[in-house]
């Protein structure tokens, strides 16, 4: 961290502008530009404190960075890099924040060889809430930072992403790729499709039924509140990890199929039991948190 004084955010939304935020906040001699499309979104973030300045010059913007976070949809962070590319100076550190990683690290890899070092990131904060407007300094003040190593990921690089996480308040944990996409696809990626699902459901069988809005209380809301998020950056985060998804989608739906049959067969022992499992389960998944 100490030898990082010039930082470059890339899309500074909700994540993007709440590490600004925070960076900006602990560490005051260092120098934060904002890089986007849209000056009237770049010139909120500054107003905002996220960043000292900003510029639509993707190549200019970074010339002088120690670091580049690039806080774009997964299925952009690829492209983001080639326009980079040419701005970025040997030695560069290099880091992404979306939820996919398998594919975004090795094609990042590949494009930044001989110029920085890429190192995959995937902060577990945020909201269904996007934009500027919504940042905080302290969105990420005791929440988990996933870092993905790789054969090819430069450790002094490693240990600065590292030290940058934690100066902002996340607690780091270090997974490679693919363990990240299999994991992430379980606790995050699954439960957006099943709010989609839920929202939808409730939504197009009781179109015309007034009454529905008077009786979905808690458990609805609680459930389907994330079904509120960006349906194009989770579009295109189940396409990104379609392969661990689509077996987390399966093994849930046979789940879901054991309980429908004992639910026939009025089995309400083995209901009890399968209640009490799962309930268990989330005990000790909150339990590990605290």
């Not at 904002?34 to 913007?61: C, M, P, Q, W, Y």
């Not at 739906?253 to 799962?278: M, P, Q």
Request: proline share 1%; with cysteine; aromatic share 4%.
């Amino acid at each position: 961290m100490k030898k990082i004084k010039n930082v470059s955010i890339v899309g500074v939304g909700l994540i993007g502008g709440s590490i600004g935020l925070a960076l900006r906040k602990i560490k005051r001699n260092i120098r934060v530009t904002g890089i986007g499309r849209n000056t009237v979104k770049l010139a909120r973030a500054k107003k905002a404190g996220a960043v000292e300045k900003f510029t639509t010059d993707f190549v200019e913007g970074v010339k002088d960075a120690d670091l580049i976070i690039i806080a774009v949809p997964v299925s952009k962070t690829s492209e983001m890099i080639k326009k980079l590319i040419d701005g970025i100076k040997t030695g560069t550190i290099v880091i992404d924040v979306g939820s996919v990683k398998g594919k975004v690290v090795k094609e990042a890899e590949r494009l930044l060889t001989g110029k920085g070092h890429f190192v995959g990131t995937h902060p577990m904060a945020g909201s269904e809430r996007t934009g500027v407007e919504n940042a905080k300094a302290g969105l990420f003040q005791g929440s988990t930072c996933i870092i993905t190593e790789t054969r090819k990921t430069d450790k002094e690089a490693l240990n600065a992403v590292r030290a940058l996480w934690k100066a902002v308040g996340a607690n780091v944990l270090i997974l490679d790729p693919e363990t990240h996409d299999r994991l992430v696809a379980e606790v995050s990626h699954l439960n957006h499709v099943l709010a989609f699902a839920l929202a939808s459901q409730v939504g197009e069988n009781h179109r015309r039924n007034e009454d529905i809005s008077k009786i979905a209380a808690g458990s609805y809301n609680d459930m389907t509140r994330i079904a509120t998020s960006s349906s194009g950056i989770w579009a295109d985060i189940c396409i990104d990890n379609r392969v661990a998804l689509l077996k987390s989608i399966s093994n849930y739906e046979k789940k879901l199929t054991i309980l429908k049959t004992l639910i026939n067969k009025k089995d309400k022992s083995a209901l009890i039991k399968k209640f009490d499992r799962a309930k268990k389960s989330r005990e000790d998944i909150i339990r590990c948190q605290k």
